[in-house]
Nanobody, 129 residues
Framework: VQLQASGGGLVQPGGSLRLSCVAS????????IGWFRQAPGKEREGISC???????EYADSVKGRFTISRDDASNTVYLQMTNLKYEDTAVYYC????????????????????????WGQGTLVTVSS
């Protein structure tokens, strides 16, 4: 039973990347799924969430540029990132929780990783020219 994030890489400013969060051993559509990031020297922040009822939330810092979606067939939640900026450079993580609402995930002060039902390893996104 695990959650695995992938899709990070090096991209130029203004470019795009799509991150994937794949679940194995459990079904994602029963959970609220959050994306988090931690930039060098900064605290982790919650940036997006897909609730099990299909609603989505975004932090102001990514609103209008990032899109979260869920594909039940592949048991995957995606984070499509466009118009990437230098300040988007970070390690990105995904998490799944049955009880925590998206409003509790998309915050500058998210809970520690051990407080989520499932936490995936990070994938590094570097925005650089």
């Amino acid at each position: 039973v695990q959650l695995q994030a992938s899709g990070g890489g090096l991209v130029q400013p203004g470019g795009s990347l799509r991150l994937s969060c794949v679940a194995s051993g459990f079904t994602l559509d029963y959970y609220n799924i959050g994306w988090f990031r931690q930039a060098p020297g900064k605290e982790r922040e919650g940036i997006s969430c897909h609730s099990r009822d299909g609603s989505t939330e975004y932090a102001d810092s990514v609103k209008g540029r990032f899109t979260i979606s869920r594909d039940d067939a592949s048991n995957t939640v995606y984070l499509q990132m466009t118009n990437l900026k230098y300040e988007d450079t970070a390690v990105y993580y995904c998490a799944a929780d049955f009880s925590l609402l998206c409003i509790a995930m998309v915050t500058t002060t998210p809970l520690g990783e051990h407080q989520y039902d499932y936490w995936g390893q990070g994938t590094l996104v570097t925005v650089s020219s």
